[in-house]
């Protein structure tokens, strides 16, 4: 009995041993693992959001997050496609010539529905609206695009639309009629006539005329105006037979003014001065005309131009409108504000009447207060079939 008590007092002895080493193992196990019994839940593990694609403004156009959206409204189709094509063109040049890639351009066709073509752009997110080419298009599209904060830079040339968010481009009948004018004073002319077409231009052109005239210190002894019924213009001419003069000015574009100097020449005018108007600038063939030689008209510098057209034609494989320019120069400008426009940003509006102005393919230019370029201009002759500068542009404002 008392060894199978031993023998049993033994064998839980050794149970109770047993027990303790495992015991302490497992305690120094656990302890060599860094872990405290018992073990505390992990905290929660939390995950950046993955990135998000920028959002598209509309299906298949990107937001762009480093870019500056600028529209262009010009027709593409119709009776202007012409003319609308080589001022897209133009801007495409620009901006490899220009190397940016700050800025992007969309185009719209305004001969479709300047209103369509305008709330498109606006849709798409676009800060800036370059164009359109047509006065009428401007009054459709600037309500649109000044209820959404976006300037208008705008190809035309019509006064009337100029303010109040839209800002003009084009070339000046005022500014070149009173640079012509200016420069026939300075070259002893002081008395003048005018020929001017009938219609809203002729109108503007003859009171630029008359204001420029009184300025100057000279004097208009006839102002005639003609209009599209046969006989209109020699009648017109003739009646301008009433006093002797040394210049007229013939308002209207090249090949009109081409029709009316032989008559002119016939009839009181042997020796009189032709004097022009912007219009005669969009003619790349008007030195060839024999009709107009001697001639003089204000232009924006032509310097740049012939290089232009050389590289233009060379990668469109035709010859630009001479008011593509006003396109290319829309983009120089544009890329020389993005320096300090931040993408997605509204259009700093208040940088387009830096009083330095800008320097383009036409020259310098800088918006008066009524947001109408003011241009440097030359005075060109038309000689020996090809044009001159006979009084050359200034070259900046100076900040006056």
């Known amino acids: 009995m008392a060894e199978a008590a031993l023998s049993s007092q033994r064998g839980v002895l050794g149970y109770l041993r047993r027990a303790v080493v495992l015991a302490s193992l497992a305690l120094v196990a656990a302890c ?44 593409l189709t119709g009776s202007n496609a012409g003319v609308g094509n080589s001022l897209n063109n133009a801007t495409q040049l620009a901006l490899l010539d220009s190397q940016s890639e700050a800025v992007r351009i969309t185009t719209y066709d305004t001969a479709k529905g300047a209103a369509a073509a305008a709330q498109r752009a606006i849709d798409e997110g676009n800060k800036l609206i370059l164009g359109p080419l047509l006065a009428d298009d401007v009054r459709t599209v600037l309500p649109i695009a000044r209820a959404a904060h976006v300037p208008v830079l705008s190809f035309s040339n019509d006064a009337s639309v100029a303010g109040n968010g839209a800002w003009l481009l084009g070339y000046s009948p005022t500014q070149s009629i009173e640079r012509v004018v200016d420069f026939a004073k300075e070259s002893g002319i002081s008395n003048f006539v005018g020929l001017m077409p009938s219609g809203v231009y002729g109108e503007r052109a003859s009171t630029a005329f008359l204001r420029a005239v009184e300025a100057s210190g000279g004097k208009v002894l006839a102002l005639e105006t003609y209009d599209r019924a046969p006989g209109s213009m020699n009648g017109a001419i ?13 308002a209207g574009p090249a090949n009109s003014a081409a029709v009316a100097v032989p008559v002119i020449r016939r009839n009181g005018g042997a020796s009189a001065r032709l004097l022009g108007t912007e219009l005669w600038n969009s003619d790349s063939g008007i030195g060839a005309n024999a009709a107009l030689n001697g001639a003089w008209f204000a232009s924006v510098p032509n310097k740049y131009y012939r290089q232009y057209a050389g590289k233009y034609r060379a990668r469109f494989g035709s010859a630009p409108y001479r008011l593509s320019t006003l396109g290319y120069d829309s983009v120089l400008l544009t890329v020389r504000i993005a320096r300090d426009w931040h993408p997605g940003d509204d259009f700093p509006v208040a940088r387009l009447s830096d009083r330095d102005g800008f320097v383009g393919l036409d020259g310098a230019f800088r918006f008066g207060r009524d947001g109408i370029a003011e241009r440097a201009l030359e005075v060109q002759e038309i000689k020996g079939g090809t044009t001159i500068a006979v009084s050359p542009a200034p070259t900046g404002f100076g900040g006056k």
Do not use: T
Not at 41 to 59: C, N, T, Y
Not at 238 to 248: E, F, G, M, S, T
């Open 32 to 75: 060599s693992s860094g872990r405290v019994i018992p073990e505390s839940a992990p905290p929660p593990v939390v995950k950046a959001p993955p990135p998000v694609a920028p959002r598209p403004i509309s299906p298949g156009l990107p937001q762009d997050v480093a870019r500056h959206r600028v529209a262009l409204l010009v027709p």
């Open 238 to 250: 003739a009646r301008l037979n009433k006093a002797p003069y040394q210049a007229v000015l013939l």
